[in-house]
Protein backbone atom coordinates (compact mmCIF):
# COMPACT_ATOMS: atom_id res chain seq x y z
CA UNK A 1 0.00 0.00 0.00
CA UNK A 2 1.51 3.62 -1.21
CA UNK A 3 0.83 5.98 1.72
CA UNK A 4 1.90 9.64 1.39
CA UNK A 5 1.50 12.34 4.10
CA UNK A 6 0.84 15.76 3.79
CA UNK A 7 0.01 18.80 6.01
CA UNK A 8 -3.45 20.48 4.81
CA UNK A 9 -3.04 23.59 2.57
CA UNK A 10 -5.31 26.41 1.44
CA UNK A 11 -5.84 25.48 -2.38
CA UNK A 12 -3.42 23.53 -2.91
CA UNK A 13 -1.28 23.32 -5.86
CA UNK A 14 -1.52 20.74 -8.52
CA UNK A 15 1.34 18.64 -7.44
CA UNK A 16 -0.54 18.45 -3.76
CA UNK A 17 -3.27 16.44 -5.63
CA UNK A 18 -0.99 14.13 -7.85
CA UNK A 19 0.60 12.94 -4.40
CA UNK A 20 -2.76 12.05 -3.36
CA UNK A 21 -3.66 10.32 -6.90
CA UNK A 22 -0.35 8.39 -6.82
CA UNK A 23 -1.13 6.81 -3.83
CA UNK A 24 -3.55 4.38 -1.72
CA UNK A 25 -4.11 6.28 1.12
CA UNK A 26 -3.13 10.07 2.17
CA UNK A 27 -2.93 10.71 5.63
CA UNK A 28 -3.34 14.51 6.62
CA UNK A 29 -0.65 16.02 9.25
CA UNK A 30 -4.15 17.84 11.14
CA UNK A 31 -2.08 17.40 14.85
CA UNK A 32 1.27 19.39 14.11
CA UNK A 33 2.30 22.90 13.96
CA UNK A 34 1.58 25.12 11.30
CA UNK A 35 4.77 24.97 8.98
CA UNK A 36 7.03 27.88 8.88
CA UNK A 37 9.14 26.70 6.61
CA UNK A 38 8.97 29.24 3.30
CA UNK A 39 9.66 26.52 0.57
CA UNK A 40 6.40 24.68 2.15
CA UNK A 41 4.66 27.20 4.10
CA UNK A 42 1.00 27.19 2.15
CA UNK A 43 -1.07 26.28 5.28
CA UNK A 44 -3.12 29.26 4.85
CA UNK A 45 -1.95 30.74 1.59
CA UNK A 46 -1.72 30.02 -2.13
CA UNK A 47 -1.74 31.89 -5.68
CA UNK A 48 -3.81 32.39 -8.15
CA UNK A 49 -3.69 33.72 -11.86
CA UNK A 50 -4.26 37.02 -12.56
CA UNK A 51 -3.91 39.80 -16.16
CA UNK A 52 -0.87 40.73 -14.26
CA UNK A 53 0.53 37.16 -13.63
CA UNK A 54 -0.41 36.47 -10.20
CA UNK A 55 -0.90 36.99 -6.32
CA UNK A 56 -1.44 35.43 -3.22
CA UNK A 57 -4.58 34.71 -1.27
CA UNK A 58 -4.03 34.61 2.77
CA UNK A 59 -6.09 33.33 5.03
CA UNK A 60 -5.41 35.59 8.09
CA UNK A 61 -4.98 33.39 11.68
CA UNK A 62 -4.76 34.72 14.73
CA UNK A 63 -1.91 33.50 16.66
CA UNK A 64 -2.15 35.05 19.97
CA UNK A 65 1.61 35.72 19.37
CA UNK A 66 2.15 31.97 19.40
CA UNK A 67 2.43 31.71 15.57
CA UNK A 68 4.41 28.00 14.51
CA UNK A 69 3.85 27.02 18.07
CA UNK A 70 -0.35 26.34 17.38
CA UNK A 71 -1.25 22.61 16.28
CA UNK A 72 -3.24 23.08 13.18
CA UNK A 73 -6.41 22.01 14.41
CA UNK A 74 -6.39 24.90 16.83
CA UNK A 75 -5.61 27.69 14.74
CA UNK A 76 -8.18 30.02 14.72
CA UNK A 77 -8.94 32.56 11.38
CA UNK A 78 -9.35 36.15 12.33
CA UNK A 79 -12.80 36.65 11.44
CA UNK A 80 -12.05 40.64 12.03
CA UNK A 81 -10.93 40.83 8.42
CA UNK A 82 -13.03 40.35 5.66
CA UNK A 83 -10.78 38.25 3.82
CA UNK A 84 -13.48 35.82 2.38
CA UNK A 85 -15.19 38.94 0.82
CA UNK A 86 -11.88 39.51 -0.56
CA UNK A 87 -10.64 36.22 -1.73
CA UNK A 88 -14.15 35.19 -3.43
CA UNK A 89 -13.90 38.99 -4.94
CA UNK A 90 -10.27 38.33 -7.15
CA UNK A 91 -11.50 34.65 -8.04
CA UNK A 92 -14.70 35.96 -9.51
CA UNK A 93 -12.35 38.86 -11.20
CA UNK A 94 -9.97 36.49 -12.53
CA UNK A 95 -11.85 33.78 -13.92
CA UNK A 96 -15.07 34.54 -14.84
CA UNK A 97 -14.62 34.42 -17.81
CA UNK A 98 -12.70 30.86 -17.39
CA UNK A 99 -14.94 27.82 -19.61
CA UNK A 100 -15.60 26.49 -16.31
CA UNK A 101 -16.40 29.34 -13.77
CA UNK A 102 -20.12 28.54 -13.72
CA UNK A 103 -19.83 25.00 -12.88
CA UNK A 104 -17.42 26.04 -9.81
CA UNK A 105 -19.10 28.53 -8.87
CA UNK A 106 -21.40 26.88 -7.04
CA UNK A 107 -18.90 24.70 -5.33
CA UNK A 108 -16.85 27.27 -4.08
CA UNK A 109 -18.77 30.39 -3.79
CA UNK A 110 -21.13 28.89 -0.55
CA UNK A 111 -17.36 28.70 1.35
CA UNK A 112 -16.50 32.05 0.94
CA UNK A 113 -20.24 33.63 1.94
CA UNK A 114 -20.13 31.38 5.02
CA UNK A 115 -16.09 30.12 5.71
CA UNK A 116 -15.60 28.56 8.35
CA UNK A 117 -14.31 29.70 11.89
CA UNK A 118 -11.13 27.75 11.79
CA UNK A 119 -8.40 26.78 9.29
CA UNK A 120 -8.01 23.29 8.97
CA UNK A 121 -12.17 22.98 8.14
CA UNK A 122 -12.00 25.81 5.35
CA UNK A 123 -8.67 23.61 4.25
CA UNK A 124 -10.57 19.93 4.42
CA UNK A 125 -13.33 21.25 2.91
CA UNK A 126 -11.86 22.94 -0.20
CA UNK A 127 -9.42 20.28 -0.67
CA UNK A 128 -12.20 17.89 -0.55
CA UNK A 129 -14.45 19.66 -3.43
CA UNK A 130 -11.12 19.62 -5.57
CA UNK A 131 -10.60 15.76 -5.13
CA UNK A 132 -14.09 15.24 -5.90
CA UNK A 133 -13.85 17.74 -8.86
CA UNK A 134 -10.49 16.11 -10.39
CA UNK A 135 -12.30 12.51 -9.96
CA UNK A 136 -9.46 11.63 -7.43
CA UNK A 137 -11.01 9.06 -5.35
CA UNK A 138 -7.68 8.15 -2.88
CA UNK A 139 -8.97 7.78 0.78
CA UNK A 140 -7.76 10.91 3.26
CA UNK A 141 -7.80 10.32 7.23
CA UNK A 142 -6.40 12.33 9.86
CA UNK A 143 -3.73 11.99 12.23
CA UNK A 144 -6.30 13.28 14.58
CA UNK A 145 -7.48 9.77 14.68
CA UNK A 146 -4.53 7.92 14.31
CA UNK A 147 -2.42 7.14 17.59
CA UNK A 148 1.29 8.04 16.66
CA UNK A 149 2.48 11.46 18.14
CA UNK A 150 6.38 10.80 17.44
CA UNK A 151 8.47 13.87 15.88
CA UNK A 152 9.63 14.66 12.58
CA UNK A 153 11.03 11.41 10.60
CA UNK A 154 9.73 9.46 13.42
CA UNK A 155 6.27 10.42 13.04
CA UNK A 156 6.01 9.80 9.06
CA UNK A 157 7.60 5.89 9.55
CA UNK A 158 5.58 5.04 12.26
CA UNK A 159 2.23 6.37 10.69
CA UNK A 160 3.55 4.67 7.71
CA UNK A 161 3.62 1.43 9.93
CA UNK A 162 0.59 2.13 11.95
CA UNK A 163 -1.73 2.55 8.46
CA UNK A 164 0.19 -0.71 7.12
CA UNK A 165 2.27 1.22 4.14
CA UNK A 166 4.75 -1.42 1.63
CA UNK A 167 5.61 1.87 0.12
CA UNK A 168 6.03 5.74 1.46
CA UNK A 169 5.78 8.38 -1.42
CA UNK A 170 7.56 11.75 0.21
CA UNK A 171 7.43 15.15 -1.36
CA UNK A 172 10.66 16.51 -2.27
CA UNK A 173 12.13 17.97 0.78
CA UNK A 174 11.80 14.25 2.18
CA UNK A 175 15.30 14.09 1.39
CA UNK A 176 16.54 16.35 3.99
CA UNK A 177 15.49 15.09 7.02
CA UNK A 178 13.94 11.04 6.29
CA UNK A 179 16.19 8.01 7.49
CA UNK A 180 16.52 6.10 4.67
CA UNK A 181 17.79 2.96 7.02
CA UNK A 182 14.80 3.67 9.25
CA UNK A 183 12.43 3.40 6.37
CA UNK A 184 14.83 -0.09 4.54
CA UNK A 185 14.69 -1.62 8.29
CA UNK A 186 11.01 -1.30 8.86
CA UNK A 187 10.93 -2.88 4.97
CA UNK A 188 8.91 0.66 3.88
CA UNK A 189 10.21 1.53 0.75
CA UNK A 190 10.97 5.19 0.00
CA UNK A 191 9.95 7.04 -2.94
CA UNK A 192 10.44 10.83 -3.45
CA UNK A 193 7.67 12.98 -5.97
CA UNK A 194 9.36 15.72 -8.36
CA UNK A 195 6.29 16.40 -9.51
CA UNK A 196 7.04 17.48 -13.30
CA UNK A 197 4.28 20.66 -13.69
CA UNK A 198 2.10 20.61 -16.99
CA UNK A 199 2.13 23.63 -19.00
CA UNK A 200 -1.64 24.12 -19.87
CA UNK A 201 -3.48 27.70 -21.46
CA UNK A 202 -4.56 29.77 -18.14
CA UNK A 203 -7.48 32.90 -18.15
CA UNK A 204 -4.66 34.88 -19.24
CA UNK A 205 -1.89 35.14 -21.53
CA UNK A 206 1.50 33.37 -21.30
CA UNK A 207 1.88 30.52 -18.23
CA UNK A 208 2.70 30.65 -14.65
CA UNK A 209 3.24 27.45 -13.10
CA UNK A 210 2.74 26.57 -9.35
CA UNK A 211 -1.27 28.49 -9.02
CA UNK A 212 -3.62 27.06 -6.70
CA UNK A 213 -5.03 23.77 -8.88
CA UNK A 214 -8.51 25.69 -8.93
CA UNK A 215 -6.37 27.84 -11.86
CA UNK A 216 -6.33 24.19 -14.22
CA UNK A 217 -9.93 22.99 -12.79
CA UNK A 218 -11.61 26.17 -13.75
CA UNK A 219 -10.09 26.77 -16.91
CA UNK A 220 -10.00 22.84 -17.92
CA UNK A 221 -12.60 21.16 -15.93
CA UNK A 222 -13.43 17.62 -16.51
CA UNK A 223 -10.39 17.39 -18.58
CA UNK A 224 -8.60 18.39 -15.59
CA UNK A 225 -7.30 15.37 -13.84
CA UNK A 226 -5.56 14.16 -17.41
CA UNK A 227 -3.41 17.22 -17.64
CA UNK A 228 -2.29 17.12 -13.79
CA UNK A 229 -1.76 13.46 -14.15
CA UNK A 230 1.48 13.90 -15.44
CA UNK A 231 3.94 10.60 -15.92
CA UNK A 232 7.16 9.92 -14.06
CA UNK A 233 8.58 11.92 -11.62
CA UNK A 234 9.42 9.58 -8.87
CA UNK A 235 12.41 8.55 -7.53
CA UNK A 236 13.79 6.24 -5.10
CA UNK A 237 17.17 7.10 -3.37
Not at 44 to 59: C, D, E, F, P, S
Not at 69 to 84: C, E, F, N, R, T
Not at 126 to 151: E, M
Amino acid sequence: MIVTIMQPAYLPWLGYFDRIRRSDLCISLDHVQIDRNSRTKFANRNKVRTAQGWTWLTVPIRSGGRYGDMPLDAIDIDSGQDWAARHWKTIEGSYRRAPFFADWQARLAPVYADPPGQLLPLCRRLTGDLLRGFGITTPVVSSLDLACRDAKDLLILNLCREVGATTYLSGPFGRDYLDRAAFRAAGIELLFHDYRHPTYTQAFPGFEPYMSAIDLALTHGPDSLGILATDGGLAQE
